[in-house]
């Protein structure tokens, strides 16, 4: 059974950072690239970042900053978002996903998805 467990949200200022974590087990981990998606209060949910299995390439979202890093550890099963110089914009619940084949941004692309963690950045 695929679990995606994502933590390290929290509230926090603007301007502070955050790495969120998201913990695989129940697959070949490296056989699947992992995505971050987010979503605010009365909006649809928006991809951030995408990482292939390998961690050597990476597919972004044209709408989002240089603000938002993606990086995973095959040897720990986990994959990370960096969210720096957080803004009240970047409050959501933000979400992992798992998908067997390329780093995409279509949100059906994916297989497994997390139950997500809160991000609410304060003004």
């Known amino acids: 059974q695929v679990q995606l467990v994502e933590s390290g949200g929290g509230l926090v200022q603007a301007g502070g950072s955050l790495r969120l974590s998201c913990a695989a087990s129940?697959?070949?981990?490296?056989?699947?690239?992992m995505g971050w998606f987010r979503q605010a209060p009365g909006k649809e949910r928006e991809f951030v970042l995408a990482?292939?299995?390998?961690?050597?390439?990476?597919t972004y979202a044209g709408s989002l900053s240089g603000r938002f890093t993606i990086s995973r550890d095959n040897a720990k099963n986990t994959v990370y978002l960096q969210i720096d110089s957080l803004k009240p914009e970047d409050t959501a619940v933000y979400y992992c996903a798992a998908r067997s084949g390329l780093a995409v941004a279509t949100m059906t692309a994916y297989d497994f998805w997390g139950q997500g963690t809160q991000v609410t950045v304060s003004s």
């Open positions: 129940g697959l070949t981990f490296t056989d699947y690239a």
């Open positions: 990482i292939s299995g390998t961690g050597r390439s990476t």
